[in-house]
Each structure stands twice: as C-alpha cells, then as structure tokens.
C-alpha cells in the first residue's frame, strides 16, 4: 500500500487517539441495551391490554435482531474507520489514508519539502486533559490542507515535521 525508497524510513504512524474509539464503543453499548429496556415496556403495556397481542415476542426477537445486525455493522464501519485513518511520516514525505467507508480509500502522499505550514489546535476541556487534538498541515499542491482529528499528543506530530523539515 505504501512504496518506500532504499533510503526511506518511517518515522512515525499516528491513528486517532483512542478516546474516539471508546467514545464509539460507549455509543454502541447504550445502543446494545436500548432494546431490553423497550422490552421492559411492551411487555408492562401488553400487561395493561385488555387483549392478548398474539406474535408480539415473535416480531420483538426479529425487529430486534435486524436491528443488533444493523448495529454491529456500523461499529465495524466505525473501528475500520478508526484503524485505516492513519498518518504515515517518513523522512521524505508523508502518506495520509483516509478510509471512507468499506469499500472507499483516498491515499495522500505529500513530499516534506511542499509542506508550508503546521498548525495545531486543542480545543476544551477533554481534549487538553487527555492531550488530544487536531493537526492541519498546508502544503504548496493542488490540495491544500489536509486535516486529521484526534490525534494524541498533536504538538509532538508538529514537533516530529518540523524536525523532519529542517533536516
């Protein structure tokens, strides 16, 4: 996926930082736990019916089947998301693969030396406790900025390009 030279090295990968990745997990449990607490429900308002509702149990286990499935889906879209979304840095370029969906990967690959500008940034509470931010390099190509959120310690990012760039 990535072609190096002979005298290419890899300096640094960075993924997001792993508080994004908890934070989804966090999401996807409360939606885990959602349908129990709906069964709770029905089952008190089929208590309360005058009638019997005939299948209600049949129909909760296949809406609620169909809908884990659909959510288990969107937790691996999700950690793919998280895994593939990588900066690569050497000391001739730097490779950015953003993977968009299953089947959708846009690969940047920008030479050290059209690189113009880092700009940092770490915004609130969280993100400077956990030392988390968002790392924004403008270079001299066609596309101009390129972003990555969430990345743990942004500053040592900067830090290592600018190191790079000086050499």
Do not use: C
């Not at 909760?60 to 889906?73: A, H, L, M």
């Not at 770490?122 to 001299?140: C, D, K, P, R, Y």
Request: glycine share 2%.
């Amino acid at each position: 996926m990535i072609s190096l030279t002979q005298e290419e090295k890899i300096i640094a990968v960075i993924r997001r930082h792993l508080i994004w990745l908890v934070a989804k997990i966090f999401s996807f449990a409360v939606l885990l736990v959602s349908p129990i607490i709906l069964y709770q429900f029905l089952s008190l308002a089929e208590k309360s019916l005058s009638f019997k509702v005939v299948y209600l149990n049949q129909l909760y286990f296949f809406i609620v089947s169909v809908f884990y499935f659909i959510t288990w889906i969107y937790f691996f879209i999700d950690f793919l998301d998280y895994w593939l979304d990588v900066w690569v840095i050497t000391n001739k370029k730097m490779v950015i693969i953003d993977q968009k969906g299953l089947f959708h990967r846009d690969i940047s690959e920008i030479p050290i030396d059209k690189i113009q500008d880092i700009k940092t940034s770490t915004e609130g509470f969280l993100q400077t406790t956990i030392n988390f931010g968002t790392v924004s390099v403008q270079t001299a190509s066609e596309e101009n900025s390129f972003k990555f959120d969430s990345v743990p310690d942004p500053e040592k990012v900067k830090d290592i390009l600018l190191k790079i760039m000086h050499k």
